[in-house]
C-alpha cells in the first residue's frame, strides 16, 4: 500500500491573506513577515497554492475576537497588548517583543487565522488545514514570550477541547521547546505535547527536559526529547521515529496539531541544529503521514520559527504547503525565475536555484540498538525512559 503523502484524499486549506504580514516588530527583529510574504510567493509561483488545478485552496484569515483570545489568555494580558505600551511583567516591550501600533489586531489575526484553520478540520469541510503565519508557541497565559504575543495553537487546541475533542496531540518540530503550548495544557490529560528541540542547556527557553512531564493529573502528556547541538537530518529523524509514532498510535488523537518552525536548519542564525530543508521536508512527510493513520488525517500545520529568510524558509514552507494539499513537490524542482527576480529586486539577495539542499535523508532505526556513548542516543533513551511507561510503552528498543 502506498503511503499517505501519496493518496491523500484532502480537501485542503491554508489561511491567509496579505494582511497577516502586519505581525511585524520592526525592520532589526529577526522574526521578519518577509518569510510569510516569500514563502506565499514561491508557493503560489510554484503552483501549490491559488493556480488552476492547485490542491491547497487560499481561504480568508478572520481576525479572533477577544472571547476567543481569552479561552487562553489572561484579560490583563489582552488589556496590556492592547495599549501597546512597555509592560515587564507581560512580557512586552522587551527586545524579543518590543510594542509596536496595531500590535493587538495583528496578533488576534494571526490567532483568528488559525482558529479558523482548527474549525475547518474539526467540522470536516477541510482535511487538512495550514496556517504558515501562525505557531506562536511560546505565549504564556499572562505574559507574550519569544517573539509571541499570544499563543494561536494553544487558542486552537482549547477550542477543539470546548468543541467536544476528547484527545488532542501536539508535536512541535520548533529547534526552541514548545513551552507555551505545554504549559498551558500541562495538566490537561486531553492533551499530549511532544517538542523535539535543541536541549534547554544550550537554547532559550531552557526548559524541556525529559523528566518535564506534565502535571499532576497529566502525568506522562507532556514529552520533550532534548536534543545535542550539532543534530542532523539522520540523528533528527531518528529521534524523531523513536519517539513520535508510538506515542501518537497510543494516545489516538482525535485532531494532530503540529508546529513547523524551520529554525532548526544549519543555516538559521539563532540555533544551532544541522538540518537540511530536506531533511525538514522528510519530518513534514512523516507527520502527514501519521495524522492518516491515527486520526483518520485531521490535520492542523502551523509556522513558527525560522529565521533564514530567503535562504530556508521559503522553501522548507513551501514543501510543507504542497505536502498539506497532498502533492508533495520533488525536492529537485527548480525555484521559479519570477520567484529569484523579487528577491533580487525587493531585497537585493540572491534565493536558492532549488528546492532541495542536495541531501537524501536517512535514519538508523532505534529498535537497532543504542550507542550510550553517544548524545544523541542518550537524550533519546532518557526521553523514552521518563515518558513510554507512563503510556504503558515499553522504553527499551
Known amino acids: 500500500m502506498p503511503p499517505a503523502s501519496t493518496m491523500c484524499p484532502g480537501p485542503a486549506v491554508v489561511v491567509f491573506d496579505q494582511s497577516l504580514t502586519e505581525y511585524d516588530f520592526g525592520a ?4 521578519s513577515p518577509v518569510r510569510v510574504d516569500l514563502t506565499m510567493r514561491l508557493a503560489e509561483s510554484l503552483g501549490v497554492v491559488g493556480a488552476a488545478g492547485a490542491r491547497l485552496v487560499r481561504v480568508p484569515a478572520p481576525v479572533a475576537t477577544e472571547d476567543q483570545i481569552a479561552r487562553v489568555h489572561d484579560a490583563a494580558l489582552i488589556e496590556a497588548v492592547m495599549k501597546a505600551e512597555y509592560d515587564e511583567a507581560r512580557g512586552l516591550g522587551t527586545d524579543d517583543n518590543p510594542v509596536f501600533p496595531g500590535m493587538h489586531r495583528a496578533a488576534a489575526h494571526i490567532v483568528g487565522a488559525s482558529v479558523e484553520a482548527f474549525r475547518r478540520v474539526w467540522s ?4 487538512h488545514a495550514v496556517n504558515i503565519a501562525g505557531g506562536l508557541h511560546h505565549a504564556m497565559r499572562g505574559r507574550a514570550s519569544g517573539f509571541c504575543i499570544y499563543n494561536d495553537v494553544a487558542v486552537g487546541i482549547q477550542q477543539l477541547l470546548d468543541q467536544g475533542a476528547e484527545r488532542v496531540a501536539y508535536v512541535d518540530v520548533d529547534v526552541h521547546h514548545g513551552d507555551g503550548v505545554e504549559r498551558i495544557f500541562w495538566n490537561d490529560p486531553r492533551v499530549l505535547t511532544i517538542s523535539l528541540h535543541e ?3 544550550i537554547l532559550f527557553p531552557g526548559t524541556g527536559f525529559p523528566n518535564d512531564l506534565g502535571g499532576p493529573d497529566a502525568l506522562g502528556t507532556a ?9 542532523g537530518d539522520g540523528g533528527w529523524l531518528r529521534a524523531f521515529h523513536a519517539v513520535v509514532p508510538d506515542l501518537l498510535r497510543e494516545f489516538r488523537p482525535d485532531v494532530l496539531v503540529t508546529q513547523h518552525g524551520c529554525d532548526s536548519h544549519v543555516e538559521d542564525p539563532l540555533a544551532h541544529l544541522s538540518l537540511t530543508v530536506d531533511g525538514q521536508r ?5 507527520l502527514h503521514d501519521l495524522a492518516h493513520e491515527v486520526c483518520e488525517g485531521r490535520w492542523v ?6 529565521y533564514a529568510l530567503v535562504e530556508v524558509v521559503p522553501r522548507a514552507w513551501t514543501h510543507l504547503l504542497a505536502i498539506v494539499g497532498g502533492s508533495p513537490l520533488d525536492p529537485l524542482t527548480d525555484t521559479p525565475d519570477v520567484w529569484r527576480d523579487h528577491v533580487r529586486t525587493a531585497l537585493g539577495r540572491v534565493a536558492p536555484y532549488r528546492m532541495t539542499d542536495g541531501r537524501t535523508p536517512a535514519y538508523r532505526d532505534w529498535r537497532e540498538g543504542y550507542d550510550p556513548e553517544a548524545w544523541l542516543d542518550r537524550a533519546i533513551h532518557a526521553t523514552r525512559m521518563a515518558a513510554f511507561p507512563l503510556h504503558g510503552l515499553d522504553p527499551l528498543p
Do not use: D, K
Open 28 to 31: 532589526s527583529h529577526p522574526m
Open 124 to 127: 470536516r469541510e477541510s482535511l
Open 199 to 201: 536541549t534547554g542547556q
Open 223 to 231: 514529552v520533550n526529547v532534548a536534543l545535542p547541538p550539532g543534530t
Open 282 to 286: 522528510a519530518a513534514y512527510l512523516a
Open 301 to 306: 500545520a502551523t509556522g513558527g520559527g525560522g
